[in-house]
C-alpha cells in the first residue's frame, strides 16, 4: 500500500481526523456519499469564479444573479448533482440556499473593489519536503501591502474561535505554494470568507513561524502515512465527524464489515477539471486578470436562480412570502 504522490491539503485533514477514513477515501478510492452541502459549494464557487473573470465595475450584485443564472443551467447536467436525485419540490430552497450564499458573500465585501490576481489557481510545490497541490479558489493584491492574499470561500458557517485555527490549514499550505512559485510578491495574508447561515471573515497575517508550523504539520503527518501504509494498521478515531462520512455504516468502530467494503466497494473515477493551458499565471513583474469565461448580459424577464435582492429575512433567513411565491421567485429548472 503506497501513500499517494502528491497530496492535498484536504488528505492532510483527512487523515488527521481519521487515518482509517483517509485509506478509505484517498487510497482505495471507494465512491463517497454524495452530499448537498459539497455540492451547493461547488455552484457558488462556480459563481464566483465567473464574477471575479469580469471587470472590476462589472462586479455587481445583478452581474451575479446572471452568473448564477447560466452556472446553474451547467450545474444540474452534472452527473454529481443528479446523483444527488433531488425531489422536484425541494429544488426551489434549494435555489435559495445558494443564492443566499451569493448575497452574504457581497455583504462580506465588495467583489469590485478587489484586485484580483486569479481564480481557481491550480498550485505545486513542496511544502515540509512533501508533494503538495491545491486549487486556490481566489488570489488577491492587497492594495495596502502590494503582497498576496490568499482567500477561500466557505458555504458552511463560521466556526467558534476555538476552531478557526485548524480550518484555516489549507490556505495555510496554499500560502506556501503560491510564495515559493511567484517569488516576487510575498504573501502577506491568508483568509477564509464563510457564507454560510453565520457570516463572517477569518483573516491571519502570513508570518515565517505559521508557515513553518504548517510545514512540519505536514512533514510529521506524511510520516505517520507512510508508518502507516507500511504496516497496514489505520486507527480508527471517532469524533463528530463521524455522522458525515462516507463509511460509517463500514466502520470497526460502530460494529461494520469493513472487510466487505474493500472486497466489494465500488471505486471512482474522479473527474478533474481541465487545466487551461491559456490560464494566465502571476507574472514576476505584476498581475494579471485571471483567464474567466465572461457571462454573457441576461435579457430582462430572464429565469432567474434566486429572488430579487431584499434586505436580510428574519432570524433563520428564511424567504419571505408563502410556498408559491417563492416557487415563482425560484423556478424549479432541473
Known amino acids: 500500500m503506497q501513500v499517494p504522490l502528491q497530496l492535498s491539503p484536504s488528505s492532510i485533514s483527512s487523515f488527521r481526523t481519521c487515518p482509517l477514513a483517509w485509506r478509505l477515501d484517498y487510497v482505495e478510492r471507494l465512491e463517497r456519499t454524495p452530499s448537498l452541502d459539497a455540492n451547493i459549494g461547488t455552484f457558488v464557487h462556480s459563481v464566483a469564479e465567473a464574477l471575479c473573470g469580469l471587470p472590476a465595475s462589472r462586479r455587481t450584485i445583478d452581474e451575479a444573479r446572471a452568473a448564477a443564472t447560466a452556472a446553474w443551467a451547467d450545474h444540474v447536467e452534472d452527473e454529481e448533482w443528479q446523483a444527488l436525485q433531488i425531489p422536484a419540490d425541494r429544488i426551489p430552497q434549494i435555489k435559495w440556499r445558494a443564492w443566499r450564499a451569493v448575497q452574504r458573500w457581497f455583504r462580506l465585501e465588495d467583489p469590485g473593489a478587489v484586485t484580483v ?3 481557481e489557481l491550480w498550485v505545486h510545490g513542496e511544502v515540509g519536503g512533501v508533494a503538495m497541490r491545491g486549487i486556490v479558489d481566489r488570489l488577491d493584491v492587497d492594495e495596502a501591502t502590494g503582497g498576496f492574499v490568499v482567500t477561500d470561500y ?29 517569488r516576487a510578491r510575498p504573501v502577506t495574508k491568508v483568509r477564509h470568507l ?5 457570516p463572517g471573515e477569518v483573516v491571519r497575517d502570513v508570518t515565517p513561524d505559521a508557515l513553518a508550523a504548517t510545514a512540519e504539520v505536514v512533514a510529521s503527518t506524511h510520516q505517520e502515512m507512510l508508518q502507516a501504509c507500511a504496516t497496514g494498521e489505520f486507527e480508527t478515531r471517532e469524533s463528530v465527524l463521524c455522522g458525515w462520512c462516507s463509511f460509517k455504516s463500514s466502520c470497526p468502530a460502530f460494529g ?31 498581475v494579471r486578470p485571471a483567464v474567466v469565461p465572461a457571462v454573457a448580459p441576461q435579457p430582462v424577464g430572464a429565469p432567474v436562480v434566486g429572488p430579487p435582492v431584499v434586505a436580510s429575512p428574519a432570524a ?9 411565491d417563492v416557487l415563482a421567485l425560484a423556478p424549479a429548472a432541473g
Open 117 to 119: 490576481a486569479g481564480c
Open 154 to 182: 466557505k458555504t458552511g458557517k463560521m466556526p467558534m474561535s476555538s476552531y478557526q485555527e485548524e480550518r484555516l490549514f489549507g490556505v495555510w499550505v496554499y500560502a506556501h505554494l503560491v510564495a515559493d512559485e511567484h
Open 194 to 198: 464563510y457564507l454560510g447561515e453565520r
Open 256 to 286: 461494520g464489515d469493513l472487510l466487505a467494503l474493500l472486497a466489494t466497494g465500488p471505486r471512482r473515477v474522479d473527474r478533474r477539471k481541465p487545466v487551461d493551458e491559456n490560464q494566465q499565471v502571476l507574472d514576476m513583474d505584476g
Open 316 to 324: 433563520g433567513e428564511q424567504p419571505t412570502g408563502s410556498p408559491a
